[in-house]
């Protein structure tokens, strides 16, 4: 029986043997294939009518104030809270008093955030709109949860590459593609709006805020990728507002300048 087991061992040995060449070809072959080609999606189309007619309608019935408080998006932080707790009932209360237009999330499970926005839409006179930092994929705000007591992790958003990596691909439909696959999750999760891509031009090396989260510090390249993933957005119906920290980069003026972005 022992016998018959090294053989059996020493005849797989020589399959694997056999099988190699044609793994390092596939491989080969594969690294050679031409860029991934997304299928064709039509940029989103022009309200309807009866959305015009409402979108009129509603403005015409704010006040100066409301108006000026529909340009006000407030801080909302993403994890989980009582729904009927003094911490809700307090956010309630601003969002009402000041009218505001929206919330710029934080970080938080996708299930407790969709919650928690859905919550404050149905409390909200007027739709709000939500917006998230995604320079690296839906999961900057839709983190994965660890579930004790083995810490288990949950499921989250996509994480891709930081943006010098996906430049360093040199095909921007990657980064197409990366802006498709963001969109449809955050809107999954009920954010309509990102604050997304960074569009700084790396050319102050000794500037560690920039760095990897350019595309590079070649302006055509940034603007290529830019573009590409401003395109993947909108294919998957989403806002996008290109980022740019200019105290933070080549461009900005000798002068002491702030240390946070806005």
Known sequence: PCGGAANAGMSRSRALRAMLPAALAACVLLSCAPPTRLPPTPPPG??????????????ASLSLEQRVGQMLLLRLPGGFENMRGPSMLELERVMVGTHAGGFVVGVGSPVELALKLNELQARSNLPLLMAAEMEWGAAQALGRPLFPPHNVEAGGGTIFPFNMGLAATGDPQRAELAGRITAAEARAAGIHWLLAPVLDVNTAPDNPMINVRSYSSDPHTVALFGAAFIRGAAAGAMSNIATKRPWLSATAPACSCPSSST
């Open 46 to 59: 022009p309200l309807s009518l009866s959305d015009e007619q409402w979108v009129q309608r509603t403005l």
